[in-house]
């Protein structure tokens, strides 16, 4: 048996905690200021879907954006205020076994791969345990929704629908079909496959089929291991695109033209050497960009890191990258018209950074600070 196998079979129940403790619900809360109470913020507001920083104000009501104004006025805070990340591609379950050594993608999620070994010998507690500690990092880092791509048919659909409860973060569930099943749970917001080189065809096309008579979403991944995949996942006619790290213009053309969002997956492609994808390419082309941080077994939950690797490595336009983790993500998961931008009428999802924390303190400019260097520290109010 190989190591690894070994390390996977000791995986048995969950760690005990202390539920009023560090990483419980609590410490990922809200606000403090009751929900029926008028709150104001001022500062520098990343404001609108355009993410315009002005020297102005917010101001909530019933955990609803009544005013964005101009002009300082006296808040209860004063600080960076900008709209909370939407982290638009996940797998959280695979928080169970993290920082695997370096291997061959197709060795590490591919059918049959280390990955899929872990998942199918975890008890269910302990799954539903790593998925509530992600859920729980990613909203003491800043992030408000996300979508996540659940294995294990309809029962692993169950069990993240467990490990959410009670959470304020809000979630996409994109299902993935158990072997030859093509049985969809009715919570999920759509269904999650991974390359079309997976799957029968005649199977994906019954999948597919069934999901949008249901009035369901489609997701993919493509042109991550190569780009032989992509014709073959824009036929089906998706909703959402993962990863293109090995797309060429012409294939951006075609999904351009087909309307589809695409999640771009840096720190994964990095560490799988897939190659990173050519986002210049498709913001030039028009496309919805957005971000996620993909396989918890490899990644963190922190939109930060990616980021600040998008920034100073590849895009070099902080507003851009800002987009694509909060309104991009939110327009990809359905969600632009309640979050994903401080706009009147949407939800508060909010996060305000302290500009005189060491970290900030003496930023010239508000938004590339958040993008190049901030960090969940810097936060001092989560709404």
Same mark, same amino acid.
């Given at each position: ?43 520098? @507001?990343? +404001?609108?879907? =355009? ?18 104004? &101009? ?15 939407? %982290?638009?591609?996940? $797998? ?16 590490? @999620? ?14 269910? =507690? ?28 309809? $029962? ?28 969809? $749970? ?63 213009? +012409? ?85 632009? &018209? ?12 909010? %996060? ?32």
């Amino acid at each position: 048996m190989h190591r690894l196998d070994e390390d996977v079979n000791k995986l048995k129940a969950p760690i005990a905690r202390d539920p009023s403790g560090p990483g419980s619900p609590l410490s990922a809360s809200v606000c403090a200021a009751c929900p029926q109470e008028e709150l104001m913020l001022s500062g520098t @507001v990343i +404001s609108g879907e =355009d993410m315009v920083a002005l020297d102005g104000y917010v101001v909530i009501k019933n955990g609803i954006i009544k005013e964005v104004g &101009e002009g300082r006025e006296r808040g209860h805070f004063e600080g960076i205020i900008c709209p909370a990340f939407v %982290n638009a591609h996940t $797998h959280v379950a695979d928080s169970i076994a993290k920082d695997p050594p370096f291997m061959d993608l197709a060795d590490l @999620v591919g059918p049959g791969g280390l990955k899929h070994r872990i998942l199918e010998r975890a008890g269910d =507690d302990l799954l539903i345990e790593s998925m509530r500690f992600s859920a729980e990092e990613m909203l003491d880092s800043g992030t408000c929704a996300f979508g996540d791509f659940r294995e294990g048919g309809p $029962h692993g659909v169950e069990l993240l629908l467990r490990a959410l409860e009670g959470l304020p973060i809000q979630s996409r569930v994109f299902g993935r079909p158990l072997g030859t099943t093509a049985d969809i $749970h009715p919570a999920c917001w759509g269904i999650g496959l991974s390359s079309t080189r997976d799957y029968d065809r005649d199977f994906v096309d019954e999948v597919v089929s069934i999901a949008k008579r249901s009035g369901k979403r489609v997701a993919i991944h493509a042109g991550e291991a190569g780009r032989d995949d992509i014709e073959g996942a824009l036929a089906i006619g998706p909703d959402i695109l993962i990863h293109l790290s090995r797309a060429e213009r +012409s294939d951006l053309r075609d999904v351009a033209d087909s309307g589809a969002s695409v999640v771009v997956c840096p720190r994964s492609n990095l560490f799988t050497r897939a190659g990173l994808p050519d986002i210049a390419a498709m913001l030039s082309l028009e496309l919805n960009v957005c971000v996620g941080t993909d396989n918890l077994m490899i990644n963190s939950t922190s939109i930060f890191r990616e980021m600040e690797l998008l920034s100073k490595a590849i895009v070099r336009d902080d507003r851009q990258v800002f987009m694509m983790c909060t309104i991009n993500g939110a327009r990809a998961l359905g969600m632009a &018209e309640r979050l994903g931008s401080i706009d009147p009428g949407k939800e508060a999802r909010i %996060n305000v950074f302290d500009r005189n924390s060491r970290n900030l303190r003496g930023s010239l400019n508000p938004l590339a600070s958040i993008v190049r260097r901030a960090e969940p520290s810097d936060i001092m109010l989560r709404i």
